[in-house]
C-alpha cells in the first residue's frame, strides 16, 4: 500500500513526528501496595485501537485522529471508565476489512485520552503515552476491541523494540 492510497476515513493518523516480570497494580494500588493518585491507575482491560502510519510509544503525547463512524462506540465506551485510557498499536498496513485480533501486536501502548473534539467525519484528541502493555486476553474480537493486558516492569530490551517498531513502519 502506497503512501497515496492510505485512506484518512478508515485509519487513525499519529500527528507529528516525534519479558521481564510484569505487574498489574489494583486500582488505587501500586505494584508495592502503596496507595497511588487515581490518575496513575493502569486498567487490567482496556479498549483498544489500532494505529497504520507509525508506533506510538510511552511518554509522547500527540493528536491522533480516529474516523469517527468505526470508532465512535470505543470512544464512547472510553469516557465512560475512570481512568480514561485506551490501549494503541501499531499494525501497519493492514485494511479495516482484514483487521483481526492477529493483526495486532502483542505489545502497543496505554495513552490517557484528553480534550476529545467530534467533527462530522473524524474525532481528534491528545493522546499522552502511559506506559507499554502486553495483551493477554481479547474479551471483544470484534469493534470496540477490549482486551486484559499486564504491564511489564520494563521492556527485554527497549531500543530493539523501538527499531523493530520503527522498521515495521517504513
Same mark, same amino acid.
Do not use: C
Given at each position: 500500500?502506497?503512501?497515496?492510497?492510505?485512506?484518512?476515513?478508515?485509519h487513525i493518523d499519529v500527528g507529528g513526528d516525534t519479558a521481564q516480570g510484569e505487574?498489574?497494580?489494583?486500582q488505587g494500588q501500586s505494584a508495592s501496595g502503596a496507595m497511588v493518585p487515581s490518575g496513575d491507575y493502569l486498567p487490567e482491560r482496556?479498549?483498544?485501537?489500532?494505529?497504520?502510519? #507509525?508506533p506510538f510509544f510511552p511518554a509522547q503525547?500527540?493528536?491522533?485522529?480516529?474516523q469517527r463512524q468505526r470508532w465512535e462506540e470505543t470512544m464512547q465506551r472510553v469516557a465512560n471508565t475512570p481512568h480514561h485510557m485506551?490501549?494503541?498499536?501499531?499494525?501497519?498496513?493492514?485494511?479495516m476489512e482484514e483487521m483481526s485480533p492477529?493483526?495486532?501486536?502483542?505489545?502497543?501502548?496505554?495513552?490517557?485520552?484528553? #480534550?476529545?473534539q467530534s467533527e462530522e467525519h473524524q474525532i481528534q484528541f491528545?493522546?499522552?503515552?502511559? #506506559?507499554?502493555?502486553?495483551?493477554?486476553?481479547?474479551?471483544?474480537?470484534t469493534p470496540p476491541y477490549l482486551v486484559e493486558v499486564s504491564y511489564p516492569r520494563e521492556p527485554v530490551d527497549a531500543e530493539a523494540a523501538k527499531k523493530r517498531a520503527l522498521t515495521r513502519c517504513r
Open positions: 500500500m502506497s503512501e497515496h492510497d492510505w485512506n484518512a476515513d478508515s505487574e498489574t497494580p489494583q482496556i479498549y483498544l485501537l489500532p494505529i497504520h502510519n #507509525r503525547v500527540q493528536p491522533l485522529i480516529i485506551v490501549g494503541v498499536a501499531f499494525i501497519g498496513d493492514v485494511s492477529g493483526s495486532f501486536p502483542e505489545i502497543g501502548t496505554a495513552v490517557k485520552v484528553h #480534550r476529545t491528545i493522546a499522552q503515552g502511559m #506506559r507499554r502493555f502486553r495483551i493477554h486476553r481479547w474479551l471483544s474480537k
